[in-house]
């Protein structure tokens, strides 16, 4: 039986475990609001769920035992060390449960220039005049389905019609008629997006706050400009929507 001595004895190691234990209640806890997608890719959602288990198990272990207290040779850190260390712990984890995340949006880009983010198409002849544009193998319905339709038809593709959604960036370089559909793709984490920009004409001027969300619907055209043609979608619709829950592109599209 532990007397209140013993207790006293293990403040350290009681919030090792409630700092464990948090750390599994704050992955626990994005996977339920459905918000650990704005983090890491969903393709890694077993292995995020795996080491919050283990997190918790680690946490129940270190409050239940008392192993390192009867270690006489455990090293003693100094209290102004150990304050920092649990405080870089803690501050991110306390952040993480009471602040709901968000996905990059334009600011991520660090002030570059969007319009040299614009995809292109690879160097090739357009298609003739009149000509039917490549079939689809599966209805595009969203930017990755229009990028992987893309990847293997090309310029072929132009004429067809396609969704996307992303975020709506204008520039005065693009035009009044003009602006950027912007997305991230993601090969694991929000640490290795990458932007992926596609040009988008409209018929007439529209105007979008920052970082809004927006769906469009239209035809694949083609845009010269310096030297290449941007893939460019001729918009016949376009509307604001809601962050989706998923905001990341996988990286293979």
Known sequence: MRTRASWRRRPVHLLRG????????????LFIAGEMSKYMSPAL???????????????LLELAGDS????????????????LTYGLVALPLVLG??????????????????????????PGSPPSPGASPAASRKPIEDTADLLTY????????????VHATGLALRTEDLGERGFALLRYAIAHCVADAQPVALLVVTPGTLEFPADQWIEVEGVLGALEREGSRLVTIVAGRVRPIPEPPNPYLSSSF
Request: no cysteine; charged share 15%; net charge neutral.
């Open 18 to 29: 409630a700092l464990l234990l948090g750390l599994a209640a704050l992955i626990a806890k």
């Open 45 to 59: 959602d077993p292995l995020t769920g795996l080491t919050g288990a283990i997190l918790a198990l680690m946490g």
């Open 68 to 83: 390192h207290a009867r270690d006489g040779h455990e090293h003693r850190a100094e209290p102004i060390e150990q304050i």
């Open 97 to 122: 449960l009471i602040v709901s995340p968000r996905a990059l949006g334009a600011g991520a880009l660090g002030g570059g220039h969007i319009e040299r983010l614009l995809l292109a198409y690879a």
């Open 150 to 161: 893309l990847q293997q038809v090309g310029m072929a593709g132009i004429g067809q019609r």
